[in-house]
């Protein structure tokens, strides 16, 4: 808990939770943000009136060079087909690419980061295919998800600083199965400020840490599938934490794995929503 009282003023330095700190409690002492010529608590909302809405880029990944040993995505297009309508119907200016390798993957949001967002409201990327524990992959290797989301941290990409930005990975976390349990408790501005170059980011993952996400080869993931259509049926009344949690019930109670490769049918799945929102977001009616 920071040492700040209810009259503002810091009782004491705020501490890292490491081992050891580079910098002395005299130089992280806090300090209020609250006093004359804050807008922190002006609107609790995201601005959406802006000219365009923003731009959502899609990466659709089916097919992997052989020394990667990933097989075919059997399914990604039906994703990628959905997302790209839901997007559009939204009003988003999509941007649609199959098959990138590494490079073409980092140097198109290297692109897209240095671009001028000052007339948009968001930016929205989704990425559709294979993965592993804060990873995906382009179609010839790996790469760091946090090395691309990066790119549009706020000191990296000051138009859209204050503005969301989400992340839609459709991609496995691990190789971990979840069986499911039984269970009888499921029923149907004006001023400056300074904020924190990681905020207002959303992370939607089609699962959690170190399991495996789902895919039918026919109807697409089940993830994206559930997505897509709450953002069809809600997309523009709900905000977008409590249309994530309508995903997230879907998915888990909905679905469960049909395979007939030994110890993977019958299995669970629960995506995971990570935000660093720090306002209400609602899609523009």
Same mark, same amino acid.
């Given at each position: ?47 959406? /009136?802006?000219?365009?809405? +923003?731009?959502?880029? $899609? !990466?659709?990944? %089916?097919?992997? =060079? ?66 592993? /524990?804060?990873?995906?992959? +382009?179609?010839?290797? $790996? !790469?760091?998800? %946090?090395?691309? =989301? ?49 905020a207002d980011f959303l992370y939607a993952y089609s699962t959690a840490p170190g399991y495996y996400a789902w895919r039918n080869t026919v109807n697409g ?29 879907k998915v888990a109670l909905e679905f469960q794995s049909c395979s007939s490769v030994p110890g993977f049918n019958d299995k669970k799945q629960i995506p ?14």
């Amino acid at each position: 808990m920071s040492g700040v009282k209810n009259s503002g003023k810091a009782d004491g330095g705020d501490h890292v939770d490491a081992r050891k700190a580079e910098a002395t409690p005299a130089a992280t002492q806090s300090k209020s943000v609250h006093g004359k010529g804050s807008t922190f608590a002006d609107s609790d909302v995201y601005r959406m /009136d802006y000219p365009k809405l +923003g731009k959502c880029l $899609i !990466i659709n990944n %089916k097919n992997f =060079a052989k020394h990667t040993g990933m097989a075919e995505r059997n399914g990604t297009d039906v994703d990628a087909a959905n997302v790209m309508k839901v997007f559009c119907d939204l009003g988003f200016e999509a941007v649609f690419k199959n098959d990138q390798t590494v490079s073409q993957i980092t140097n198109l949001l290297k692109s897209v980061s240095k671009e001028d967002h000052s007339k948009s409201a968001m930016f929205v990327c989704v990425i559709l295919s294979h993965g592993d /524990d804060g990873v995906i992959y +382009g179609t010839d290797g $790996i !790469i760091q998800l %946090k090395e691309l =989301a990066g790119l549009f941290r706020g000191d990296r990409c000051l138009s859209l600083v204050g503005k969301p930005k989400l992340f839609i990975i459709q991609a496995c976390r691990g190789t971990d199965l979840d069986s499911g349990i039984e269970t009888d408790s499921v029923s149907d501005s004006e001023g400056t400020q300074r904020i924190p170059v990681e905020a207002d980011f959303l992370y939607a993952y089609s699962t959690a840490p170190g399991y495996y996400a789902w895919r039918n080869t026919v109807n697409g993931s089940w993830f994206i599938s559930s997505l897509c259509e709450m953002l069809s049926k809600h997309g523009r009344e709900m905000e977008i934490m409590q249309l994530m949690t309508r995903v997230n019930r879907k998915v888990a109670l909905e679905f469960q794995s049909c395979s007939s490769v030994p110890g993977f049918n019958d299995k669970k799945q629960i995506p995971c929503i990570v935000s660093m929102l720090t306002k209400d977001l609602y899609f523009p009616k």
